[in-house]
């Protein structure tokens, strides 16, 4: 059974940061896993907001450009994002999720509808 289970959220001011980690059980994460990270604002669709695919490509979502870093180590079986330059508009439940192995991906997918395995997030708040 696959599990993914989401920490490191938390309440900071604006310009803050934080470290948000995926702990991965019943699924490999290797270089050739394809995993994002998701946010859903009180009232607002869920938007990927990171994702990384085939040997390290990455993409993000415009709005954290320069701001998030989307990572993976292998050894620990562990997605990360690290948030930094928060801002109010950051505010989020942030969920992080898997693709079901075999799929081919470059940069990883920020469509939620690729992804098949997900966690039960953590949420981020940002005071400004």
């Known amino acids: 059974q696959v599990q993914l289970v989401e920490s490191g959220g938390g309440s900071v001011q604006a310009g803050g940061s934080l470290r948000l980690s995926c702990a991965v059980s019943?699924?490999?994460?290797?270089?050739?896993?394809?995993m994002g990270w998701f946010r859903q604002a009180p009232g607002k669709e869920r938007e990927g907001v990171a994702a990384?695919?085939?040997?390290?490509?990455?993409t993000y979502v415009d709005s954290v450009k320069g701001r998030f870093t989307v990572s993976r180590d292998t050894a620990k079986n562990t997605l990360y994002l690290q948030l930094n330059s928060l801002k109010p508009e950051d505010t989020a439940m942030y969920y992080c999720?898997?693709?079901?192995?075999?799929?081919?991906?470059?940069?990883?997918?920020?469509?939620?509808?690729?992804?098949?395995?997900w966690g039960q997030g953590t949420q981020v708040t940002v005071s400004s």
């Open positions: 999720a898997a693709v079901q192995r075999g799929t081919i991906c470059s940069t990883g997918f920020l469509g939620q509808n690729n992804y098949q395995y």
């Open positions: 019943g699924y490999t994460v290797s270089s050739y896993s394809c």
């Open positions: 990384i695919g085939w040997v390290g490509g990455t």
